[in-house]
């Protein structure tokens, strides 16, 4: 089994800086993707930055200059720095890895339980 623990959320004033963690544990055999999702109230979850293959990195546009997706491979940890943020960005922020747990087994995706960034005006 694999388990993601995000921290790193928090209130912030509009202009300001967070950044977020995701550690993943357990049976894991490669990572092929490592990913931030997010989902505002009323809305669909979202994906906001990604790193595939550890080589292939994608933001959404309207993050774009402003957040930082990284990751520390020896510790399958993946980050999310966020700078100039915006009231906009207000959300629960998902971290989701696309990894096997063993070399013959199929891709999975796995997904942290959110943690909530809230950005004042």
């Known amino acids: 089994q694999v388990q993601l623990v995000e921290s790193g959320g928090g209130l912030v004033q509009a202009g300001g800086s967070l950044t977020l963690s995701c550690a993943a544990s357990?049976?894991?055999?490669?990572?092929?993707?490592m990913a931030w999702y997010r989902q505002a109230p009323g809305n669909q979850r979202e994906p906001v930055a990604s790193?595939?293959?550890?080589?292939?990195?994608t933001y959404k546009d309207s993050v774009k200059r402003r957040f930082t997706i990284s990751a520390d491979n020896t510790k399958n940890t993946v980050f999310l720095q966020m700078n100039s943020l915006k009231p906009e960005d207000t959300a629960v922020y998902y971290c989701?890895?696309?990894?096997?747990?063993?070399?013959?087994?199929?891709?999975?995706?796995?997904w942290g339980l959110g943690t909530q960034v809230t950005v004042s005006s």
């Open positions: 989701n890895i696309r990894a096997r747990t063993w070399v013959h087994g199929p891709v999975n995706d796995y």
């Open positions: 357990g049976t894991i055999y490669s990572i092929h993707e």
């Open positions: 790193i595939a293959s550890g080589v292939t990195f």
